[in-house]
């Protein structure tokens, strides 16, 4: 038999056909939808420098570039709330949405996955083109914040019902919208609890100026719920331009962004609800998930090009006979495995059945002290687990005490994994870990629990001996250890956020401007990863010249204690001697002996 797919399935897809539900291992869709607000004081263009606004739909402009590759699946809009003219969904009147009435509320681009025609269009708006000044004309009337949060609730509503991240992102420099109407304010506040319920979550991004503070407690607290343990504050300050290192009007937009462009993947759970045995008679409910994972380019699609538009080919696969072609039906295929010279076959449920050990579980099975594990026993990509009480309340508590435990004592738990049905048991090292930042505060490693898959004896393989190697001298060791600590990076930590791949980013600049028709000659490939060598010429070249010469100086007396006193001359003559000895033995196998 033989398949007429358009690839080869790899050989644990092949072995393992497992009846799981793939919905919950699916990757999570967003849907996000920008509310700015346009006033005086949004619109205020100060000397040599965009104003709020503008610098705020620069900023959407940008995401949404970047979004179109990362995240191609994801929608994203633009509400623009307080213009004069009013717009609502074009399709709106072909629906029960055509009595409604939104005053001041401009839908600049509509809940849906972005194309390259609505970047372009953003970009002409925000640089005052495409009548852009027309649209951004703020009204006479103020605007009322419950109609714009209901308007929002029918976007959402009518065009990502079913998305599983939904998100507000409101922009405003105006901290009181109604100060003086407490009906608005509490009708304000209902719209606000009514999204909320919806699973559409509110984030505030405050635009405060020079001398006028942003005050939340006044209306905003009131409609976006914030964690009370939260410490940071989101207030904004403008600056002098937009690509400053200080703080600005949309700093907190602009961090978002540096965010997104690395092009990080959603997170995946790999399991949920996984049953997890510390003892008899005592389970928890934890959640499996893949922090580490290698970002590749894209895969590619066909495309059909024969009919009067470009459409994505839809492609099939199965097995068919090699000598009729006719294809196979899934149940009609058996298993044969070679034992020898034979193939021993079992059906499906006969696999099934021989596979099957227990139901995903973990279970520990033991302690260990820490030094006990090496590096060198992982053998796949570390699983973070985290506690879950959707299946057993109370698994947060029980998962910090063994987290607390394991850490002070130093030890790590041995376990039995099995994550899905069907699948193989494995042996993990539970290994603990405490929460670890970046110099800029962000989070690299969470504080939690990591699966550690450890080999079994079929695993290991055996080495080659290794040669003697001849130890460094402790004059070039401390010459060495001078230039490592002049090369040390900033904090001593390997920032990973710093460093976007290369290939992927200019992969993805490639394809931004072949999508929005832009210059490809003036693009320039950025690459973050390049050493810069004035730096380490300046901080420590005079170490490395150094080291060379004691490296020179070391390399002559190691050679006289090997090969004699006069440095290297018996090694020459040795090699020499190898060399004419091996000229001689291929010089006497090309003579001819002639028969007497």
């Known amino acids: 038999m033989t398949g007429y797919g358009h690839g080869k399935r790899d050989e644990e897809e092949d072995i393992d056909e497992e009846d799981i539900d793939e919905t919950k291992y699916m990757t999570q869709k967003d849907a996000l939808l920008f509310a700015i607000e346009v006033n005086k004081s949004m619109l205020s263009t100060p000397p040599g420098k965009d104003s709020t606004i503008v610098a705020s739909l620069k900023c959407v402009y940008q995401l949404m570039q970047q979004q179109i590759i990362t995240s191609p699946k994801d929608m994203m809009g633009v509400l623009l709330f307080g213009t004069e003219k009013g717009k609502f969904q074009e399709d709106s009147n072909q629906s029960d949405l055509g009595t409604l009435d939104f005053p001041h509320c401009y839908l600049l681009m509509d809940l849906n996955i972005p194309s390259a025609e609505d970047v372009k269009l953003l970009k002409a708006i925000s640089m005052g083109q495409e009548g852009g000044n027309d649209i951004l004309k703020p009204s006479i009337e103020k ?33 009181n919208p109604h ?73 907190f937009l602009s961090k978002l962004i540096s965010d997104i462009s690395s092009k990080k993947v959603a997170k995946q759970a790999l399991f949920s609800g996984l049953p997890f045995e510390i003892g008899p008679g005592l389970q928890i409910s934890i959640n499996g998930y893949s922090i580490l994972q290698k970002q590749s380019i894209a895969k590619s699609f066909w495309v059909y090009d024969g009919g009067e538009e470009l459409k994505i080919a839809q492609t099939e696969g199965g097995m068919m006979t090699d000598d009729t072609a006719v294809p196979i039906d899934q149940a009609d295929i058996t298993r044969a495995y070679k034992f020898g010279g034979t193939q021993v076959y079992f059906s499906s449920k006969e696999e099934k059945k021989i596979r099957f050990f227990e139901p995903p579980i973990l279970r520990i099975l033991g302690f260990k002290s820490k030094h006990l594990i090496s590096i060198w026993m992982s053998i796949s990509k570390p699983i973070f ?93 401390d010459e060495t250890r001078n230039i490592i600590r002049q090369l040390q990076l900033p904090g001593g930590i390997y920032d990973p956020w710093k460093y976007p791949n290369p290939i992927l980013q200019w992969h993805y600049r490639i394809l931004q401007a072949k999508a929005l028709g832009e210059d490809i000659v003036d693009m320039r490939r950025e690459d973050k990863t390049e050493p810069r060598y004035r730096q380490i010429e300046k901080r420590a070249g005079n170490f490395m010249r150094r080291w060379n010469k004691i490296l020179e100086e070391q390399v002559i007396i190691c050679q006289r204690k090997l090969y004699g006193n006069d440095a290297g001359s018996d090694l020459k003559r040795e090699a020499g001697d190898l060399l004419d000895g091996s000229l001689e033995s291929e010089g006497k196998k090309k003579i001819k002996m002639k028969p007497l």
């Open 385 to 477: 687990i985290y506690p879950s009480e959707e299946k057993v309340v109370g698994s947060t508590r029980v998962f910090s005490a063994l987290w607390k435990k394991l850490l002070a004592s130093e030890k790590v738990g041995i376990g039995w994994y099995i994550p899905r049905i069907n699948a193989s048991p494995s042996l993990v090292a539970i290994v603990p870990s405490k929460q670890l930042e970046s110099s800029s505060g962000k989070q690299i490693v969470p504080a939690g629990l990591w699966l550690h898959v450890l080999p079994y004896c079929d695993d290991l393989r055996e080495t080659l001996p290794l040669l003697p190697l001849i130890t460094a001298p402790d004059v070039l060791i």
């Open 179 to 251: 100060q003086h109407d407490k009906r608005i304010r509490s009708q304000a506040a209902v719209r606000a609890k009514d999204l909320y319920d919806l699973g559409i979550i509110l984030e505030l991004f405050p635009i405060s100026h020079s001398g006028n503070s942003f005050d939340r407690t006044k209306f905003y607290d009131d409609i976006v719920y914030r964690d009370p343990t939260e410490e940071i504050d989101n207030t904004m300050i403008p600056s002098k331009d937009l690509n400053s290192d200080d703080d600005d009007s949309i700093s």
């Open 143 to 175: 605007v009322s914040l419950s109609n714009m949060l209901f308007c929002v609730n029918q976007i959402f509503t009518s065009r990502a019902q079913k998305f599983g991240s939904r998100r507000l992102f409101i922009i405003t420099d105006n901290d």
